[in-house]
């Protein structure tokens, strides 16, 4: 089992940063790929950004890229979500994940069948 806690949420407003926290245990971090989904009131939870286990690769979804960063530490057990330019459109509770088995070394996914791990949350309020 991995247990995953999403922390760095909050109220801010739109233009500004922040970062997101995801701190891993249970198992060998290194051996997961990493994502950050998102779900809006009313809408289904959708992809934000992915890495590969070794960090070397990284995925994101065209409404967050040229804003949004994804990074780990593994020897943190660590995975955030650098969020810049915040928009009001970004507002949404955020979830971690963890993919559900190891895959390669380059894997990264945008898709929630392939993560078999979650956090509970944290909420991103962005205000205009």
């Known amino acids: 089992q991995v247990q995953l806690v999403e922390s760095g949420g909050g109220l801010v407003q739109a233009g500004v940063s922040l970062r997101l926290s995801c701190a891993a245990s249970g198992r060998t971090f290194s051996d997961y790929a990493m994502g950050w989904f998102r779900q809006a009131p009313g809408k289904e939870r959708e992809f934000v950004a992915a890495i590969s286990r070794s960090g070397s690769r990284t995925y994101y979804a065209d409404s967050v890229k040229g804003r949004f960063t994804i990074s780990r530490n593994n020897a943190k057990n660590t995975v955030y979500l650098q969020m810049n330019s915040l928009e009001p459109e970004d507002t949404a509770v955020y979830y971690c994940?963890?993919?559900?088995?190891?895959?390669?070394?380059?894997?990264?996914?945008?898709?929630?069948?392939?993560?078999?791990?979650w956090g509970q949350g944290t909420q991103v309020t962005v205000s205009s």
């Open positions: 994940a963890a993919a559900s088995r190891t895959r390669g070394l380059a894997f990264t996914s945008p898709y929630t069948d392939d993560y078999g791990y």
